[in-house]
């Protein structure tokens, strides 16, 4: 009776809000905005719980059906293998249900900020971080995001150090948050005479890309350097001093940007990012307690936690978390990671529903 109970009091607040829409009953147009979301996000929950409800009456009407004596016995059959078809399916909507009612990760409709670092390996996990970094831009162009790259420090023969994006669309985070960590490789690389596969690694972060109303920067709190931007090797590529530092001095975080030519615009960069990683450990704080009594095999997300190894020479991925592996390798590299966020959702959809039953 608890679900019944819960999807009465869904379907009750989802009328609710209706009516108040229809008779524009709501103080201010922030709070139509805010009804009207609330509104929208309720839809496929009641949508689920009406095809759930069909199904169950549907049920009861072939039970009577098939219990009748003087019933045709004909008809009698079909309504059993009907009765059996629906009984099937009752699992799974009462499944999609419970998914959809699970507390929602207030970042996950927002955009976010991808960072990928080369991590030990020298040049070669500098070139996988490439890899890694060409790899997420594919999958945005895919799913029709804008992937914006805001630093990019490359080595000069095709590897880089760190890139800098932000990626906006619909459910970017969401997509996204679960690509936190190392990443291994195992592979021959292209200066190996030897042949020898070596193995090196990357660290990505991905963090919700916050606004001003998540995140308050006072100004007061920052330390603004500027000096002369340059490329792979030191070489000048900009004559003036238009790189900045931005030190966040009560958390001591520091951001670097130099990609634009304008001092201005590479303040405006730094900020951004500078908000993202705080918006980030500030989530992190305050999800500590509770990440630390769940079971997740999904993991912290932790930048020093090794999720995933890309192994060329067998041509497969494995996802540690989840004990996924998965053959096609060049079709990964090339964007193609449905497959593999689709099971760390559901495996993290699967964790907290054991969480709530």
Same mark, same amino acid.
């Given at each position: ?166 990626? &906006?669309? /619909?459910?970017?985070? %969401? *997509? =996204? ?6 990443? #291994?490789?195992?592979?021959?690389? @292209? !200066? ?77 960069? &730094?900020? /951004?990012?500078?908000? %993202? *990683? =705080? ?6 704080? #305050?999800?500590?307690?509770?990440? @630390? !009594? ?64």
């Amino acid at each position: 009776m608890a679900l019944e109970e819960n999807l009465n009091r869904v379907v009750a607040r989802y009328e609710e809000l209706t009516n108040a829409l229809a008779s524009r009953d709501a103080s201010s147009a922030a709070d139509l905005v805010r009804l009207s979301k609330e509104c929208a996000e309720l839809v496929p929950v009641v949508e689920a719980i009406n095809a759930w409800r069909k199904v169950k009456d549907e049920m009861g009407d072939l039970a009577s059906l098939m219990a009748g004596e003087d019933g045709d016995k004909e008809m009698q059959v079909l309504a059993e293998t009907e009765y059996k078809d629906l009984k099937e399916k009752l699992p799974e909507l009462e499944r999609l249900i419970r998914v959809l009612l699970l507390p929602k990760d207030a970042a996950d409709e927002k955009n976010a900020i991808l960072e990928v670092r080369a991590g030990t390996g020298g040049e070669e996990a500098a070139l996988f971080a490439a890899n890694l970094f060409r790899m997420y831009q594919r999958y945005a162009e895919a799913r029709k995001w804008k992937f914006e790259i805001m630093n990019l420090s490359e080595t000069g023969i095709g590897g880089c150090k760190e890139a800098i994006a932000s990626v &906006a669309g /619909r459910g970017v985070f %969401a *997509r =996204l948050k679960f690509e936190s960590g190392v990443h #291994r490789v195992q592979r021959v690389p @292209a !200066t190996e005479s030897s042949g020898r596969i070596h193995t090196s690694a990357a660290t990505v972060a991905v963090m919700a890309e916050a606004e001003e109303v998540d995140i308050k920067i006072e100004e007061k709190d920052l330390r603004i350097d500027v000096f002369r931007a340059s490329g792979p090797g030191g070489q000048s590529v900009n004559t003036t001093d238009s790189a900045v530092r931005v030190t966040h001095l009560p958390s001591g975080i520091v951001v670097s940007q130099q990609d634009e030519k304008s001092q201005h615009k590479n303040k405006a960069k &730094a900020i /951004r990012v500078l908000r %993202a *990683r =705080l918006y980030e450990k500030e989530r992190q704080s #305050r999800d500590a307690e509770r990440a @630390a !009594t769940r079971k997740s095999q999904i993991g912290s997300g932790d930048r020093s936690e090794r999720i995933r190894t890309y192994n060329f020479p067998q041509g497969r991925v494995t996802d540690h978390r989840i004990n996924l592996t998965l053959h096609k390798l060049d079709r990964i590299m090339d964007g193609d990671l449905d497959d593999l966020v689709d099971a760390l959702t559901a495996e993290d959809q699967a964790n907290l529903l054991a969480e709530v039953t």
